[in-house]
């Protein structure tokens, strides 16, 4: 059953032409990363996905909705879709515990004692349970980053978008970001990756997609045969450039 | 200076008294006032956005002197019948609104963006992520530039004296003309002004430190 389907969708701002007749469709489950050269559209590809950039024609169903339609109630989408970004965007006038709650509480009603057990429990899972009662700008940036992904993980959500999420990270930070996201994907959930981490997109991700100049070049599902054979040469290019550093 | 306040200090006292009301119900009302146009301003609905911005810059580019002139003459002739201090407020008020609108507007564009987008990505309207995340962190930074702009308006309410408000300046200014003593009575008058822009003055200072403790 597919949980993102993009059927035609075009994309500009103003003059520029963002995203390029895409066709893309991602099943329950899926884990999909998406590579390519900066501004090749990726994030803005990602970012349509819980609207936080609008499409301006051709057909975006997220979870049953149609995001091309201006009438969709976007903050249901946000609701179900939630995403992580490069810069984390916590909370910075929360604590730790009130930045993974606030979302629970206010949006889909839970009550305090409910969403504070729950946010524990993440907090466990992404290895942070001291943290709870810190400000963010007491943490590093590894940390913030597992709060955020613990914090879209408290909505539920139905899948979970990733906008380069180790890209503002010194390296000794990566790992424990990488492996909180591999330990989400083995879990099933629908995720949407865009990454430069290479090793990710090879070993955890079920299938990769290589945009360039706001268009989809290759879409693979056989993940090491991409890597080790690109059938495009705008693809050959990039990886040779990434791999030979 | 001191015969002056002590033959005086009832009227001065009564004009020190008009020039606190009429500089706190200025205080709340441009605060409210200069809020909302500080929001239409980054609405994003263009007409919205517009009209906010038309506001802030017809009233700011006008003197104080004649937004006040203009609802003592103007009011009364066509509308309805004012007093010297309800005109000299709403003109203050009306005035010191756009100075507020501009400040707050920059507090709020100065909280980074990816704030309002994780507040978003989580299904928060936008009312919610103005009221929960936005507003907290804008409200830091607007408190030393809002600080000024209530001193300002408390030292801008003297322009009721023009408008007969019965404020400080007003009684000072009788006071001066009858005892011919111009140079004391507005040392004593300045002295008043003191009194009441010190404390607010202190107090921004206050709030400043309290709420930069998170």
Do not use: C
């Not at chain 2, 441009?30 to 301003?41: D, N, P, W």
């Amino acid at each position: 059953m597919s949980m993102i389907e993009f059927h035609d969708v075009e994309k500009y701002y103003g003059k520029f032409h963002a995203l390029k007749d895409i066709n893309l469709t991602i099943d329950r489950g899926e884990v999909v990363t998406v590579i390519g050269p900066s501004g090749s559209g990726k994030s803005t590809l990602l970012r349509t996905i819980n609207g936080l950039e609008r499409v301006q024609s051709g057909q975006l169903i997220v979870n049953d909705f149609d995001l091309a339609d201006k009438k969709t109630d976007m903050n249901r989408i946000r609701k179900n879709v939630g995403m992580v970004f490069q810069h984390f965007n916590l909370y910075a006038n929360k604590t730790v515990m009130d930045n993974i709650t606030l979302g629970p509480t206010l949006v889909l009603k839970r009550n305090k004692e409910e969403a504070h057990e729950q946010a524990l429990k993440l907090l466990d899972q992404v290895g942070l349970r001291d943290k709870a009662d810190s400000y963010p700008s007491a943490l590093s940036g590894g940390q913030k980053q597992r709060i955020a992904i613990a914090r879209s993980l408290a909505m539920n959500p139905k899948a979970l978008l990733f906008d380069e999420p180790t890209s503002a990270l010194d390296p000794e930070t990566i790992g424990d970001v990488l492996d909180v996201m591999k330990d989400i994907a083995q879990q099933g959930m629908t995720m949407v990756v865009v990454t430069h981490e290479m090793g990710f997109a090879r070993h955890v991700g079920d299938r990769i997609v290589f945009m360039a100049d706001g268009e989809i070049l290759e879409d693979a599902t056989d993940v090491g045969a991409f890597f080790d054979h690109p059938k495009e040469p705008r693809a050959q290019e990039f990886l040779s450039k990434i791999i030979n550093h | 200076m001191f015969t002056i306040l002590a033959n005086n200090w009832s009227t001065l006292l009564s004009g020190l008294g008009y020039t606190l009301m009429a500089s706190l119900i200025a205080l709340v009302g441009s605060l409210v006032i200069g809020t909302l146009f500080a929001l239409m301003e980054i609405s994003a609905h263009r007409w919205v956005a517009v009209i906010g911005r038309v506001y802030v810059e017809v009233v700011r580019n006008i003197p104080l002197l004649v937004i006040t002139m203009a609802f003592y003459v103007i009011v009364p002739t066509y509308f309805v019948q004012i007093d010297g201090f309800t005109a000299g407020t709403i003109g203050l008020t009306i005035y010191t609104s756009a100075f507020i609108a501009e400040t707050v507007r920059a507090g709020i564009e100065s909280v980074a963006v990816g704030q309002m987008e994780g507040a978003r990505s989580v299904g928060m309207t936008y009312t919610q992520a103005m009221v929960q995340i936005i507003f907290p962190q804008a409200i830091k930074i607007v408190i030393p530039p809002l600080g000024n702009q209530f001193i300002n308006l408390v030292k801008n309410s003297s322009i009721l004296a023009f408008v007969a408000g019965f404020d400080l300046m007003y009684q000072g200014k009788i006071i001066a003309n009858t005892t011919f003593n111009t140079f004391d009575t507005y040392l004593a008058v300045g002295l008043l002004y003191l009194i009441l822009t010190m404390p607010l003055s202190y107090f921004m200072r206050h709030l400043e430190k309290k709420w930069n403790v998170a």
